[in-house]
C-alpha cells in the first residue's frame, strides 16, 4: 500500500529497558542494524501494525510491553534512488516510508526477546545501547527520521536522555 506521494506507511519500534536503553538489532545476514519496523497493512491501524511486528520481529505480546507514546504525525525519508523497485504495470512507484514511531518500554526479561518465531526472520542479534547512539549509527537515509522520533519521545522517559546530538547536512 503505497499512499499518492509515494510513501509507504509503516510503523517503527523503540524498545527501551528499565534504564532507557534502546533496542538496536542487526538486520540477519548483514552488518546493518536499525529499529524494528514494518508495514501497516490494509485496514490495520497503526496500533495493530505495531502489536504485529513487536510480535514477528522479536517475539513480544503486548503483556511484555508498555506502550509508553508515540509520534504525533507522520515521519518520512526518501530511499535512495538504488532502492526504488520498479513496481507492476498500475501500481505506484514507492519513494520512501512515512512512519509513526512508538516508544515501548520493556516489562518482562530479556530472554522474552525471540527474534527465531518466524520462517523468514528480520534480524539476527540485538542488543541495548545508549539513547543517541542509532541517531549516528542507523544508515544515513534514515538518519534525520530517527533523530526526529527520538527528540519527540525523549520526554516520556525517565530519567530524560541527554541533549541530542545535532547532525550535519550532506
Not at 9 to 16: A, D, R
Not at 146 to 162: G, K, V
Request: aromatic share 10%; with cysteine.
Amino acid at each position: 500500500m503505497v499512499d499518492a506521494d509515494g510513501y509507504r506507511p509503516n510503523v517503527g519500534i523503540i524498545l527501551s529497558n528499565g534504564e532507557g536503553r534502546l533496542l538496536w538489532a542487526r538486520r540477519i545476514g548483514q552488518d546493518a542494524w536499525q529499529f524494528p519496523q514494518g508495514g501497516i497493512q490494509p485496514g490495520e491501524s497503526p496500533e495493530q501494525a505495531l502489536f504485529r511486528e513487536l510480535h514477528e520481529e522479536l517475539g513480544l505480546e503486548p503483556r511484555h510491553v508498555t506502550l509508553m507514546g508515540r509520534t504525533q504525525g507522520w515521519l518520512r525519508y526518501r530511499l535512495p534512488r538504488r532502492y526504488i523497485r520498479r513496481p507492476a504495470p498500475g501500481q505506484p512507484v514507492c519513494i520512501g516510508q512515512k512512519q509513526i514511531w512508538f516508544l515501548l518500554r520493556l516489562e518482562s526479561d530479556d530472554s522474552a526477546v525471540r527474534l527465531n518465531l518466524t520462517d523468514h526472520p528480520e534480524f539476527d542479534a540485538w542488543r541495548w545501547v545508549s539513547y543517541w547512539y542509532p541517531v549516528r549509527r542507523v544508515v544515513a537515509f534514515k538518519r534525520r527520521v530517527y533523530l526526529l522520533a527520538l527528540r519527540e519521545l525523549a520526554p516520556l522517559l525517565n530519567p530524560a536522555p541527554a541533549a541530542a546530538p545535532r547532525l550535519s547536512e550532506g
